[in-house]
């Protein structure tokens, strides 16, 4: 048994505005010409052809009802929200405690004092940096 041939309504429907509005306005010719190329439409275009349609007294309610069911049955699509801005580098609190005890004790150490203003600077301390931290904590805070 050979199968129906499927009524394609939307091209129906994009034909009749065509033929019945006066001026043909751009919007119908721009989505008869991409509904040919690409054989669909999006649901915001779909939806102001029901607009345009629905004001052509010419087009049956039948078909105007079956647009709107293919709608309603295309899904909403949302852009979802920026996530919030992260900040690049975040300080590791306790290598400032660690820097303020040694400088509390020390206040002229220079190699701490670098690595103060290299923290203070929102730079990214060294591994090499943090041992010479620990290091100089061990030594100096007995």
Known sequence: MADAPKADIINELLEE????LPGTPSLIISLYQQYQKRGWLTKKQLQGLHAKASGI?????????????IIKKMPNRFKSELPPPSPIFQKDEAL??????????????????????????????????????NRFTKLLMK
């Open 57 to 69: 007294p010419q087009i049956s309610p039948g078909k105007l009802a079956t647009l709107e069911a």
């Open 96 to 133: 400032g405690e660690q820097i303020q005890s040694i400088l509390r004790k020390y206040p002229e150490h220079k190699r701490v004092l670098f690595l103060k203003s290299k923290y203070d600077n929102n730079e990214q301390l060294s591994p090499q940096d943090i041992a010479d931290l």
């Open 17 to 20: 505005c065509l033929l019945h």
